[in-house]
């Protein structure tokens, strides 16, 4: 397999990156959508460090480009001002797997993603919504309430400070500690370890993440005697949106083009729930 | 009205592309989207005072997700044009508002839904090469869509009144709601299933069940679920025969379907 | 009357043959027995209506483990028989038939405590060669006993009246009820103790125990702790050294006694 | 050790076999009793099984026989209609290990139906008495409260069509699935591995049914302010089950007869009640 | 009175002793204490009688880990005293001595906190080989500083009367009080840390955050996390290759500073 | 490294060293104080023990039994009626480090410490504290009701005797039991790995008692609709303690003097209570 080199940046070239990390984790939700969340946002983030890597237009590169690209469109979803971090590991970790294309799991890399956004968007939202918002707006209100302009403005500063500090140097931290650690990991050997490690981190994460952010549930019953749903969560709670995960999977195994299992999605959506089979 | 209602849907837009280009400066919330229309409507004390009022009701809610409640920023543009314009306070112009923040909210969740195809349309070009074009689906199209459903339902609700809005609510009938959100349950399941395609095999499968019954069983967070997973990775480091994994890499296809 | 008894008594065998012969396909509901008593009396339509109040209030139990709740066939048989022939109602009968209920409940409970010197019977059968005796201790002797129970209880209180069954429960002194519930609470630990004895090592024990706090602190069912134990073999199937287990089959009578 | 042979099934043979199951899980709680709930239902269940295999009169054969015949008046208790499932895999495994009695370890067979029946019956409880029970008769009582016959008719038709089919291809699934299963794992050579883990699940499944299935307490006390489960309880819960099955375990370790424990046991409960010790 | 005074404080030095140096045999429960204070002021009946209606009150109360709660001893001692000599009743009795309850309980702190620094000089003279001093420091020391606060704060209570006593205690300020709870929390912050230095490696941090994390999201008891750290470790025993152990010992000063 | 010949004790010597361990553990709370809690009164039951091994005077016996009076410094928590316990197992991992000093890792000596206390305090406290006093008082509240003396008497006999049962045996079982066990692990040639393991169980104590043991919260809030510790908690409980906890490692490893941090806990609590930032 070819391997590529990838230059390292100058002080300002790496200035510039951490800007581009910024600017595109402020955008990241521009096309929110059901099926990949901010998958495109992010893939629009780290675009810039791919193109970089497969620029030179051989053949090869632009295959693996167009890997690179089509990775990044996986799931993705997480606090944008803590998504800089991720942006930043994932460029080091692209990197490396331009560098050695055969020891390196690209899998790993969404991974990685996995398992840092279920924690990142817990901590990044009870952070920014839970405690700035609240913090800021507080005081605002006290200001706005005696008609002074200064309550707004102070309560969008005091949100901004921290977030711009999280986002630009969490871009800047996830990119130079993935880099250091990759290259430990690389010398030590032990990189086929470490993402094997990493997949299960990841795995891990989104089967949790399965059973608490769908919740589909069945609101079939017989008067107040017998609940389905109550039935199942003897069995097993959040079967059902294992079940749905899973029949996901399955199709997708099946070979059968995305672009159908979107129609299935939306259409079993709009079959499913007037016939009261799940809400 | 024409020039105001215009003005009005800027703020709306301004409101939006607050979470979808700005990175959620709080410029969205309440307060700030009050105080914009007060500027606006040239009554700058009330906007803020009607604002203040709603910041007060709202703040506590927070974006986890993808769940869709009513939405804040037509609902306080709306609200507080509608106290200033007619001289109501903000619960009373709120409960006129709400209509218009519920059409909103169903109008995004069809919108997101829609969106969903941007993945297609995104595969194709990059299996094309056309990579700009790829970038271009989430940076000028996605912020486009966004910001004109935002202005367009400002808009055509000043300028046409909120009575309009109202009639159109009514008109969606409540199996047609639920169904949207079902199906918008629907959707991030198959989210993760493509997200698991690049990681599950007979090997690893284990883990991701591991992870979903503690969070079903248990009822631990996301963020419990990731910390015992670390704990349990450094653990298995220690234990893990050191030849076991080398193979890994390859048997990456030898998926689940085998089962 | 004579034949009225034995019909019913009949009824009362078939609603019991249902879970010890015919697999539980619910001929023993209230609704299923009704339905019969209403037919050997000669008044369907009471039958199903009788048998249909008391289906619903009954409907929602179930028969889970060891549990030994109030007799349902002989509580559903003898209420309908009651309403019948004295023309009441569901309700009042079934306070008339509870007596009957109750001394079943406890004279099943004594039945299947004695039945489980059928085991030392098969036993002893088995060393000495005789499979079919052993065979048969349950698929004769245990249903006859069974099936007596049932007849002779419907039988002598249609017969006599549940004037004397009410004397006789009378005279059942609580703490002898609650005596006999301990003792079958003590028999399926016994039960348990068997079945350990066969896979019990000095090894394994741990395993066990596992089992038993995760149930015991975090009240999780034995469904899931069955889940979970499969997740943990999976993970340990990948991580024990090869080695290690050949010698287990072995090892299997250095048993805990040692410790 | 002797080994013997098992000669498959032909087709007709099956079709008996797997009726046999079906009609003796229907069968399999004549015989309940405290001790070993439907242990002797289950040896009634395999009994054909087990005559097979060791029918050939010689005196190995008998003493074979013999050993299972006893393996079976183990402790077994689960919903009737998944019993077949479980009588299918023991089939299969006594036919497994009377053709490799040395590599195969027969203490598994118990650990595998331990390990199922806990599952299976909450499974099946919830499925036959919490959902079809409920449906069935639901429908029947409204037509049998009009006096119309169909009522228990149609409730009784319900509840036996899928405890037919979940019965009859239980032990069906269970044989087949089970031979199929344990070929593989003797081809592999991973027989002895595949057991151990298999006596771990039973044993977790045995210790959490030691947890949720015996529930004797204790109601000494004194005033309100103490009370002696209380304490217990913060040490650990169910520590008195816990405590009864451990005895009885020693006792069978002291080669105390069974017999004899069976007389403690209810004794026990005789005296340990009115003395107000346990409940 | 002044005798009187003495000898009380002697009876509260004994119930203080009772958990310093006999092995807490519940000399110090007020029921103890009643019958002393009872003897010492010729009443022994009524000293009984306001000891057992204070036993009653209190026996549901244990010392557990580092709690303080307002102190028994003093409480009982005090409100007997004033019972039998101002023919009070127990409640009301108990009612005056609270303050000196409040008083001990802060001391107490102080107290406890002071006797912190007696590990730095214990420290040192071990350092200078001066091993009886430091076990002076926990016999000799440790015990005549809780006898004297005890005997101080009861002769003063009876000799001044309690007026003084609540003067004192209303001067205190609630903040100080608060500060004071909050430092004698981060102590034993610190005594774990001391702890975990002997044994903290990077490699077994991690055990650390495990029987942590089990606790903090799980809501289990020590006991709980014990039994299933031992349950782990047997496991692991099986589990973990053996070489990778041996050179444990030799690294355990490569603690976590590096990380 | 030097060994030490630790002579085996007669039959009045041992008998001397149970009582020892019986009077000390009943004084063990002497110098109970919130940084080490009763670590003096442990060293004060170990010293005999000790200062027994390293008693020829030499140099490096001097040294050595510095190091075992440190070592002993360490924080130690536990119902004093069980601590004797402690102690006889203590002792006996003494001696055997004297004897085996290279191969024998004293830091496991605090780890066994640590997995005994918390467990033996849960169980000691609900049995002495939460069970035999209130039986013992319970019975003497009566007597004392009606006048009589022997209220107090009974209640005070009733709590000894298990006391002294407890204490007296305890000790000595735990000396007996620790020495013959350490004689196995030796011979065995697993000492290493059994440290090892008790180090773990050591460690997941110690981590739960900081979840559980400490207890320091933040009252910062604003109004009702925000408070810090929740949003804390939402991320994980108990995250102050653990913090404070390893900001006192942490110095620790930075060579402050324990003094010196002595002062920092007190006057942070005396500086962070009123300011309101902890509680
Ligand atoms: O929960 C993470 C993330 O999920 C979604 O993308 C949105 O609701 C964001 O507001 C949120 O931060
Ligand atoms: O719980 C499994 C099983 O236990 C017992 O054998 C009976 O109560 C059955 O009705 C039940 O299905
Ligand atoms: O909890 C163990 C132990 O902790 C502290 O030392 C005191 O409160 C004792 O009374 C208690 O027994």
């Not at chain 1, 706005?144 to 102070?154: C, E, F, N, V």
């Not at chain 1, 969560?233 to 997708?252: E, G, H, K, N, S």
């Not at chain 2, 996605?142 to 609510?169: A, R």
Request: proline share 4%; aromatic share 10%; hydrophobic share 50%.
């Amino acid at each position: 397999m070819q391997t590529w080199t990838v230059p390292t940046l100058n002080k300002r070239q790496s200035r510039k990156r951490y800007w581009s990390f910024f600017w595109r984790s402020y955008a990241i939700q521009a096309s929110w959508n059901y099926e990949g969340q901010m998958n495109l946002g992010f893939l629009y983030g780290i675009a810039p460090v791919i193109d970089r890597i497969y620029g030179d237009g051989t053949p090869a590169s632009l295959e693996a480009k167009k890997d690179a690209y089509r990775r990044h469109l996986a799931f993705y979803n997480c606090t944008p001002q803590t998504s800089s971090f991720v942006l930043g590991v994932a460029s080091s970790m692209e990197e490396e797997y331009a560098r050695n294309p055969t020891s390196f799991d690209p899998n790993s890399i969404n991974a990685v993603k996995s398992s840092l956004m279920g924690p990142l968007s817990g901590v990044g939202d009870s952070f920014f919504q839970g405690t700035i918002k609240v913090l800021a707006f507080g005081l605002g209100v006290n200001f706005a309430r005696k008609g002074s302009i200064l309550g707004p403005i102070l309560a969008v500063l005091i949100s901004f400070v921290p977030a711009f500090l999280v986002t630009y140097y969490g871009g800047k931290l996830g990119y130079t500690a993935g880099n250091k650690f990759l290259t430990k990991l690389t010398k030590a050997g032990i990189m086929d370890r470490a993402m094997y490690l990493v997949t299960i981190v990841g795995l891990m994460v989104i089967g949790s993440m399965i059973a608490s952010m769908i919740g589909i549930t069945t609101p079939i019953h017989m008067g107040k005697a017998f609940s389905l749903q109550k039935t199942l969560d003897t069995i097993f709670p959040q079967m059902i949106p294992l079940a749905f995960t899973f029949v996901m999977y399955w199709l997708l195994q099946k070979k059968v083009t995305t672009g159908w299992i979107l129609v299935i999605c939306i259409v079993s959506g709009l079959v499913l729930s007037p016939l009261g089979i799940f809400k | 009205m024409l020039v105001k209602a215009i003005l009005l849907g800027l703020v709306g837009v301004l409101g939006n592309l607050d979470s979808r280009f700005l990175g959620r400066t709080n410029l969205e919330q309440p307060l700030v989207m009050g105080a914009f229309v007060g500027l606006v409507l040239g009554d700058l004390t009330k906007g803020l005072i009607v604002g203040a009022s709603l910041e007060l009701v709202f703040m506590g809610m927070a974006n986890i997700g993808a769940a869709a409640p009513p939405d804040l920023v037509l609902g306080s543009v709306i609200a507080t044009s509608f106290a200033i314009l007619s001289h109501t306070n903000a619960q009373t112009a709120l409960t006129i508002a709400l209509p218009v923040a519920i059409l909103g909210q169903m109008i995004g969740i069809v919108l997101r839904m829609f969106m969903s195809t941007f993945n297609r349309w995104a595969a194709a070009d990059i299996d094309a090469g056309k990579f700009a074009k790829a970038r271009r689906l989430h940076i000028l199209w996605g912020l486009l869509l966004n910001v004109s459903m935002y202005f367009i339902l400002i808009f055509l609700s000043i300028y046409f009144g909120t009575g309009v809005v109202k009639v159109v609510v009514k008109a969606i009938p409540t199996w047609l709601t639920n169904a949207l959100t079902l199906a918008s349950k629907i959707l991030p399941a198959f989210g993760f299933a493509l997200l698991m395609q690049t990681m599950l095999t007979k090997k690893t499968v284990v883990y991701l069940l591991i992870g979903f019954f503690i969070t079903a069983y248990g009822n631990l967070s996301v963020i419990a679920v990731a910390i015992f997973a670390v704990l349990l990775v450094l653990v298995l480091n220690e234990i893990l025969p050191k030849k076991n994994v080398a193979t890994t890499t390859e048997q990456n296809d030898d998926d689940l379907e085998e089962l």
